[in-house]
């Protein structure tokens, strides 16, 4: 059973930082997922990746397969960025199992 | 852009009885899911469904739990007799097809048992 982690689990950051938020898995997959999820609760989706980087404005999703390990990276923050943000993946079936989240707040 | 729709938001519930909940998926999706937040907790699957049949459940997902897609547009989850640890986040997810397509997820719908 592969087991999601993300850290960190917490993350304050001022307006204009640059932000990492790192997760790991432990068992071989077919594609990870970078997810938001905002304070009313509703998920977003933001990257589905399988190898390599992504971008999208000023959100970039990376990943090692070799590693097990994904980054997303947040350029210029902005206090709409706060959210929690959510890793999940796909073994060889498209059920996806999530990691715990991260929490984001960016103060102006 | 379409989008996943659940109804209600929020629903309150003696323990016991019987609950639907409501989703509309994007209209050319073919694969549906449900997952569910427990409070503080991490998203956890709860079933997948396509061609009118569960193609994969989870644990959590016993004969308390059904899933239906009574018409061409709508997928409901049933919970026949509902307990106290039911109470979570209920998303309705969807997507186009499973290989490199992302889900897309509605804003869920808030289940409380009293």
């Known amino acids: 059973k592969n087991e999601v982690e993300q850290s960190p689990q917490n993350l304050t950051a001022q307006e204009g930082e640059f932000i990492t938020i790192n997760c790991s898995y432990s068992?071989?997959?077919?594609?990870l997922h970078w997810l938001q999820q905002h304070p009313g609760g509703g998920i977003v989706s933001l990257f589905m990746l399988s190898s390599g980087k992504k971008k999208h404005g000023r959100l970039i999703a990376t990943i090692n397969i070799q590693e097990k390990h994904s980054s997303l990276h947040i350029t210029a923050s902005h206090p709409r960025d706060s959210a929690v943000y959510i890793c999940?993946?796909?073994?060889?079936?498209?059920?996806?199992?999530f990691g715990t989240g991260t929490r984001l707040q960016v103060f102006p | 852009e379409p989008e996943v729709t659940q109804t209600p938001s929020h629903q309150v519930t003696q323990m016991g009885q019987e609950v639907i909940l409501r989703c509309v998926p994007i209209?050319?999706?073919?694969?549906f899911y449900w997952y569910r937040q427990i409070l503080g907790q991490k998203v956890e699957f709860l079933v997948s469904?396509?061609?009118?049949?569960?193609?994969?459940k989870s644990e959590i997902f016993d004969d308390q739990f059904s899933v239906e897609r009574p018409d061409g547009s709508n997928f409901t989850l049933k919970i026949r007799s509902t307990k106290l640890e039911d109470s979570a986040m209920y998303f309705c997810?969807?997507?186009?097809?499973?290989?490199?397509?992302?889900?897309?997820f509605g804003d869920g719908t808030r289940l409380s048992i009293l």
């Open positions: 997810a969807s997507s186009y097809r499973v290989a490199n397509q992302p889900q897309h």
């Open positions: 068992v071989g997959i077919s594609a």
């Open positions: 469904f396509y061609n009118n049949e569960i193609s994969e």
């Open positions: 999940a993946v796909n073994e060889n079936t498209d059920k996806l199992i």
């Open positions: 209209s050319n999706h073919l694969y």
